[in-house]
T-cell receptor
């Protein structure tokens, strides 16, 4: 069964600090891995998308890494801002007819002043 | 920037009633999806739709659920006889194609079954 596991479940950091969120997956056949930001009661918004051959990708203060051999990914947030408070969800896309996404449970990040 | 639009944003219905959740995907997208998120839980895949038929569905998507693309712009999810456990956020998404990067989610419909 396809699964995506994330850690930690929740994290509190001070504004301006960095943090790293972790993701492990067992999804086959693998197509791509995405990190989404989800504000409470809103739809997920894409931050980064990586294919099998990519091992790092940046989007502003967000940097994602992918190790396809160990099936692990991380999302690093630099110089956090209050607006970064949200759930960060690791999502893996299977390379099948429906291209469905398997979602992790997310890491709930709170940035405090 | 193109958006996936969902209506209504919140719907309350009585147990046993039928509900239809509506979505307008991005116009040049070819794949359409419904996902749901029960409060406090992961987002779960329900169904994907391509070329006017279901291409994949999860075990959640039983006979109580159906999807339809009644015209060139709308994509609907119908729940025939709602149960309390159907209460969740329902997200519509659309994509340009298999493996493509254009996966875009709507803001969701919060369904509350009472």
């Amino acid at each position: 069964k396809n699964q995506v596991e994330q850690s930690p479940q929740s994290l509190i950091i001070l504004e301006g600090k960095n943090c790293t969120l972790q993701c492990n997956y067992t999804v086959s056949p693998f197509s791509n891995l995405r990190w989404y930001k989800q504000d409470t009661g809103r739809g997920p918004v894409s931050l980064t998308i990586m294919t099998f051959s990519e091992n790092t990708k940046s989007n502003g203060r967000y940097t994602a890494t992918l190790d396809a051999d160990t099936k692990q990914s991380s999302l690093h947030i630099t110089a956090s801002q209050l607006s970064d408070s949200a759930s960060y969800i690791c999502v893996v896309s299977a390379n099948n007819a429906g291209n469905m996404l398997t979602f992790g449970g997310g890491t709930r990040l709170m940035v405090k002043p | 920037e193109p958006e996936v639009t969902q209506t209504p944003s919140h719907q309350v219905t009585q147990m046993g009633q039928e509900v239809i959740l509506r979505c307008v995907p991005i116009s040049n997208h070819l794949y359409f999806y419904w996902y749901r998120q029960i409060l406090g839980q992961k987002v779960e895949f329900l169904v994907s739709f391509y070329n006017n038929e279901i291409s994949e569905k999860s075990e959640i998507f039983d006979d109580q659920f159906s999807v339809e693309r009644p015209d060139g712009s709308n994509f609907t999810l119908k729940i025939r006889s709602t149960k309390l456990e159907d209460s969740a956020m329902y997200f519509c998404a659309s994509n340009t194609g298999t493996g493509a990067f254009g996966y875009t989610f709507g803001s969701g419909t919060r369904l509350t079954v009472v």
